[in-house]
């Protein structure tokens, strides 16, 4: 059995929702499909002929993906989605289906998890795949290949007979070393680039699953779980060595949402970089304000850490409080000098948009970032327009509150400089010029003080 994996394309497009105005749109950097590397490596330890089409980084078009489709004529099809893209997953599905109606087409990411049961509706979807998917590839292809019951399969939604069936929720994977490596010999190219490590390839690497902190924006405990789940240090180790060894790749990206929320096994994963001479190999990943030590800082700049990315989100501590965040603006300046200290870069991550804003707590954001950049070290920031996802607290309250101003699942993007959300006190036209405003005021920062 033959299987091909997609991360479907994006597609920018003009419209709006609401309006007759084009949506101005950027790019963003592409990272490599870290979750369709593992489902491969799981398939292949099973005996499943696994490919890979990274149509995002390799910039294809949907008819280049349905041209490599084509030409690797797999007996399945699995596509990936988060929310922005479930419109180019399931088109790419019908296309699929068109070349070869008996070819099985699976659907599955974190919008698919949520979603799952408006997803399976569409006629070119015969499964979706809920929650972690390494195991459940594995057996419901293992279903499909002997012709058994896919209704004993957990963890996957499918219809038959004209009605919808929805199995079981898989358990989370709590031995996560049981797990094969990604299989990064898949990619056309086994390492990305990224403006945040000067442009040096990169290769993302996944030690935990899991968060124990509820942001009402994020959907990542809903996915995988509040007990954050850890591989053991040396399984972490190995992987690292493998990325040097054999691809020659020098910077590493931890996509964890939180590496270092047991701060043990973050001491002992820096401590055991230096006894495996890994310090060559440059890293960077997400931490957290208020959990930062000294020591720990300390530890990570040693092993080579180059860059920790923080959720700040917010300069304004009503809406900080308002999303959950759980902690002060205090903290947020404390935290950035620790790290500057330590010689480690930060990053901050900046939202606007919130129920509830006003422009004045939006400036009160773009104000924050320029102060911690000027007076405590701060060395980057990005900034989005909040968007809120299906699975997440504040999808719910929108939802309730009759805050979405669409339902279609394009515009719930980033990469839009322009919301879903309707705000009572704040334009669309306001809104993107303060998003704009954001962007140039924080790279102009030190100009505009002179003039202040």
């Not at 599905?93 to 949520?114: M, N, Q, S, Y």
Request: include cysteine.
């Amino acid at each position: 059995m033959k299987c091909l994996l997609i991360d479907p394309p994006d597609e920018l497009f003009a419209g709006s929702c609401g309006g007759d105005q084009e949506i101005a749109t950027e790019m963003h950097e592409a990272y490599p499909p870290l979750g369709l590397l593992y489902i491969a490596a799981a398939l292949r330890a099973h005996g499943v002929d696994s490919g890979i089409v990274e149509s995002r980084a390799l910039r294809l078009s949907s008819d280049d993906v349905l041209a490599e489709v084509e030409r690797e004529r797999p007996e399945v099809v699995g596509i990936t989605a988060i929310t922005a893209r479930i419109h180019s997953a399931v088109r790419i599905a019908a296309a699929v289906k068109r070349l070869d109606p008996e070819t099985t087409v699976i659907l599955g990411g974190p919008h698919v998890h949520f979603e799952h049961r408006a997803v399976i509706e569409h006629d070119a979807v015969d499964f979706c795949v809920r929650g972690e998917g390494e195991l459940t590839a594995v057996e419901l292809l293992r279903a499909l290949r002997d012709g058994t019951n896919p209704a004993d399969v957990a963890g996957i939604t499918f219809r038959r007979d004209g009605q919808v069936h929805v199995t079981p929720d898989r358990p989370f994977v709590q031995d996560l070393d049981t797990l094969p490596l990604p299989a990064r010999d898949l990619l056309r190219h086994p390492a990305y680039t990224g403006s945040w490590t000067g442009g040096v390839p990169f290769s993302p690497v996944l030690a935990s699953r899991g968060c124990p902190y509820c942001c009402a924006f994020c959907d990542a405990p809903a996915i995988w779980g509040r007990r954050q789940r850890r591989r053991s240090v040396d399984d972490v180790l190995d992987e690292l060595e493998q990325i040097r060894n054999n691809l020659g790749v020098t910077y590493v990206r931890f996509l964890d949402d939180l590496l270092l929320a047991n701060r043990r096994w973050a001491m002992a994963l820096c401590e055991g970089m230096v006894r495996r001479g890994l310090q060559d190999l440059a890293w960077a990943c997400d931490g957290r304000v208020g959990l930062m030590s000294e020591e720990l800082l300390a530890a990570m700049s040693q092993a080579n850490c180059r860059v920790v990315f923080y959720g700040i989100e917010f300069g304004n501590q009503r809406i900080l409080d308002l999303c959950k965040k759980g902690f002060t603006t205090e903290q947020v300046r404390r935290t950035v000098e620790m790290t500057a200290k330590s010689g480690i870069s930060s990053y901050g991550y900046f939202m606007m948009g919130y129920p509830t804003e006003t422009v004045e707590t939006v400036e009160d954001t773009i104000n924050f970032a320029k102060e911690l950049a000027i007076d405590h070290g701060l060395d980057s920031a990005g900034f989005s327009i909040v968007t809120p996802f299906p699975g997440t607290p504040l999808y719910d309250y929108c939802k309730e509150h009759n805050l979405l101003r669409t339902s279609d699942w394009r515009y719930y993007s980033y990469q839009l400089k322009q919301g879903v959300i309707k705000l009572e006190h704040i334009t669309d036209t306001q809104l993107r010029e303060l998003y704009e405003r954001a962007g140039l005021e924080f790279q102009f920062r030190e100009q505009l003080r002179q003039f202040a």
